[in-house]
């Protein structure tokens, strides 16, 4: 309890200290929020748990990596995740480029560093498969794993996928305010293949 009061007393004065004006430096902190999208048309389960799934795939092996945890508003169709800190250098692909999906999952012991790999599906039940989190150490480092990244300043930022006809999909920056979260059987939902 006192590490979360001593992480939310740290944004705020961050906050205070940064002003009310939009900042052209790396963005360490980062509010993601958007509206809900449930396709199931039965409630959210109020065990529900909002987490960032980061995907590495640079190593000999592919895998996720969970880093973040935000909050549902079912009432209000709503939802955000507040990130204050880098994610850690084995979220990221070659340690320069970080890509978060959102997940919605009813386990209540998935824990930060976890793989959801093991997860059945029947325990994820939503996912913002159409956006990511990117965080880039600087986009001349991101860009040398992902093309894209050059697109990207410096710390976290939001990026919605564009499907790039015969190669990979990628990313573009988007608002953070704009992401909709899906509530759905996960073979349902459609993820940017950027990888």
């Keep these: 309890m006192n590490r979360h009061k001593s992480l939310a007393l740290t944004f705020v ?5 940064a002003g009310c004006g939009d900042s052209t430096g790396p963005s360490q902190e980062l ?32 895998y996720t990596y969970v880093f973040g945890e935000g909050s549902l508003d079912r009432d209000a169709g709503t939802f955000q995740v507040r990130l ?30 976890d793989d959801i790999a093991t997860l059945p599906e029947t325990e994820l039940i939503g996912a913002a498969g159409q956006y990511g989190v990117i965080y880039v150490t600087t986009p001349e480092q991101a860009a040398q794993n992902r093309y894209w990244a050059a697109e990207f300043q410096a710390g976290y930022g939001v990026g919605v996928g564009v499907e790039v006809p015969g190669d990979f999909d990628k990313f573009v920056p988007a608002s953070p305010s704009s992401v909709v979260l899906t509530i759905d059987d996960w073979q349902n939902i459609e993820f940017v293949n950027w990888t």
């Design 31 to 62: 509010l993601v929020s958007g509206t809900i999208q449930d396709n199931t048309q039965a409630p959210i389960p109020g065990d529900a748990r909002v987490l960032v799934v980061w995907v590495v795939s640079s190593g000999p092996a592919d």
């Design 13 to 17: 004065v961050a906050t205070l200290s």
């Design 84 to 113: 204050d800190l880098p994610p850690p250098a084995e979220a990221r692909n070659a340690g320069v480029l970080g890509v978060g999906v959102i997940v919605v999952t009813t386990n209540q012991s998935v824990g930060e560093g």
